[in-house]
T-cell receptor, first 111, second 112 residues
Framework: GQQLNQSPQSMFIQEGEDVSMNCTSS?????WLWYKQDPGEGPVLLIA???AGELTSNGRLTAQFGITRKDSFLNISASIPSDVGIYFC???????????WGAGTKLIIKP | DAGITQSPRHKVTETGTPVTLRCHQT?????MYWYRQDPGHGLRLIHY???????DKGEVSDGYSVSRSKTEDFLLTLESATSSQTSVYFC???????????FGPGTRLTVT
């Protein structure tokens, strides 16, 4: 089936550092969504992007819908301990209300 | 809070037994989804529903069936559970006007 390549797979960061992760595909997407999942919980929607080139912020999080519509980026500024978790990208490819999911980026804060 | 509950939250069952997981929503959203989440595989769609009695298969539907007799409830059934179905199962809903999905808390199923 369709694939989203999400990278990096995991990241070790120091508190206060900025974080970047991205998702790419060979297919053109109409919507990009970014989720965060904490241990033992369901994914929570962080940011939704609907237009190519769109740049949207949610607090310290900023996400962009790539101009080619084949990629999206999520940046976290000045990371804090509660940012740890798994971040997923998801893309909507056609009109059947299904999403294609990346495998996730695990964010770990160095002690 | 998207008003989604899942039951049970944890279940241990034996191979070959039937299992039904329930997803309940309080906001009358049209679309409901069942995913499974396993290490290294992210979220994989099992089945989804686009209305009462309207369902379709997802990426990993073999061994699973679903039913939706009311807008608020979406049931996932494992007719004869196997160890490969040990997983965390998430239900999600979408309003249908946009593609954003909202997730329930998950059910951890262990098949021994």
């Amino acid at each position: 089936g369709q694939q989203l390549n999400q990278s990096p797979q995991s990241m070790f960061i120091q508190e206060g550092e900025d974080v970047s992760m991205n998702c790419t595909s060979s297919s053109i997407f109409n919507t990009w969504l970014w989720y965060k999942q904490d241990p033992g919980e369901g994914p929570v929607l962080l940011i939704a992007l609907y237009k190519a080139g769109e740049l949207t912020s949610n607090g310290r999080l900023t996400a962009q819908f790539g101009i080619t519509r084949k990629d999206s980026f999520l940046n976290i500024s000045a990371s804090i301990p509660s940012d740890v978790g798994i971040y997923f990208c998801a893309g909507q490819l056609n009109s059947n209300y299904q999403l294609i999911w990346g495998a996730g980026t695990k964010l770990i804060i160095k002690p | 809070d998207a008003g989604i509950t899942q039951s049970p939250r944890h279940k241990v069952t034996e191979t070959g037994t039937p299992v039904t997981l329930r997803c309940h929503q309080t906001e009358n959203h049209r679309y409901m989804y069942w995913y499974r989440q396993d290490p290294g595989h992210g979220l994989r769609l099992i089945h989804y529903s686009y209305g009462v009695k309207d369902t379709d298969k997802g990426e990993v539907s073999d061994g699973y069936s679903v039913s939706r007799s009311k807008t608020e409830d979406f049931l996932l059934t494992l007719e004869s559970a196997t160890s490969s179905q040990t997983s965390v199962y998430f239900c999600a809903i979408a309003a249908g006007l946009v593609y954003e999905q909202y997730f329930g808390p998950g059910t951890r199923l262990t098949v021994t």
